[in-house]
């Protein structure tokens, strides 16, 4: 059984639940199984709790973890910083989700910008159980890899204007396509994707209208 443990190791049962107290006010989680017996969680937990300014997310399953206030249409821009407190036993990916709706459902869509601790960026859009790539895995020297204390710190923006989607990592652009590339859309909640194994730190979640 699958447990998602938020601040002083309260249990939630369900896969999607409200954040309780010391997590960040009004966030919701989803929690997904590994579907791969070759590549399993290594706990039944996930743990998120507020740390400093932001919060941290350590799995355990991957998630995804949303305000449903944060939602936002036409042009705008997306940014977290992200700091990868230790690598994983093998590439994992996090940052940002944008163009969210129905998330608690399973027909629940949104569009992901996720970078690795081996330098890789992916965006990926999903609409139910059908993800497409926007962006295939790929490589850029704008990606902080870990240091020798194992950790990294990136910056992630979506930047949303006109018929343009920009993705950014540490202020640099990595990727610029039509926005209409994202079939699940890019209106809709903002919120972050934490995959599993990982344990990550989140600070200055904001998006910003022009």
């Not at 070759?38 to 740390?51: F, G, H, Q, W, Y």
């Not at 992200?82 to 990916?93: D, E, G, I, R, V």
């Amino acid at each position: 059984m699958i447990r998602v443990v938020f601040s002083f190791l309260l249990v939630i049962t369900s896969l999607v639940a409200p954040l309780a107290a010391q997590a960040p006010d009004g966030w919701r989680a989803r929690v997904d199984l590994s579907q791969s017996a070759a590549d399993p969680d290594d706990i039944s937990e996930v743990k998120l709790v507020t740390m400093g300014k932001g919060f941290r997310v350590t799995g355990g399953p991957a998630g995804t973890f949303w305000h449903p206030a944060n939602a936002v249409a036409g042009n705008y821009t997306a940014r977290a910083t992200f700091t990868l407190m230790k690598p994983s036993n093998h590439t994992n990916y996090y940052g940002l989700i944008f163009g969210g709706a129905d998330l608690e459902t399973p027909s629940q869509r949104y569009a992901y910008f996720l970078v690795a601790q081996n330098g890789t960026f992916i965006i990926r859009s999903r609409r139910g159980d059908n993800v497409q790539d926007v962006q295939a895995r790929l490589a850029h020297d704008a990606i902080r890899r870990p240091g020798a204390d194992g950790r990294s710190i990136n910056t992630l923006e979506v930047r949303v204007n006109g018929a343009t989607a920009s993705y950014l990592v540490n202020g640099t652009v990595v990727h610029t396509a039509p926005k209409t590339t994202v079939n699940a859309g890019t209106d809709g909640i903002v919120g972050v994707r934490v995959n599993h194994l990982l344990d990550v730190h989140v600070e200055g979640f904001e998006t910003q209208r022009p």
